[in-house]
């Protein structure tokens, strides 16, 4: 059974900095494609951020500078590293998992707000 699980996520004062954490079992992790996709309240769900199963990151352009993707095979973890967070980067962010099949995992929230 494939599980993604999510955790890191919280409230954030605005500037502040998060890094949410995807822990994958049921899947050969490293053949993978991994991301990390949000949905705010009312707006579809957006690509934030994808790197390769050889560790080629992508970002959304307006994210590039502020957020960071990275893996770590040997864990089986792909993170998520936030930082300079701002009012609208308040969302569930979803961890996802590509290869011939595509995996979800179930959102962790993020709020940032002070």
């Known amino acids: 059974q494939v599980q993604l699980v999510e955790s890191g996520g919280g409230l954030v004062q605005p500037g502040g900095s998060l890094t949410l954490s995807c822990a994958a079992s049921?899947?050969?992790?490293?053949?993978?494609?991994m991301g990390w996709y949000r949905q705010a309240p009312g707006k579809q769900r957006e690509l934030v951020a994808t790197?390769?199963?050889?560790?080629?990151?992508n970002y959304a352009d307006s994210l590039k500078g502020r957020f960071t993707i990275s893996r770590d095979n040997a864990k089986n973890t792909v993170y998520l590293h936030m930082s300079s967070l701002k009012p609208e980067d308040t969302a569930v962010y979803y961890c996802n998992a590509k290869w011939r099949l595509a995996f979800w995992g179930q959102g962790t929230q993020v709020t940032v707000s002070s």
């Open positions: 790197i390769t199963h050889d560790g080629r990151p």
């Open positions: 049921g899947i050969s992790f490293s053949i993978y494609d």
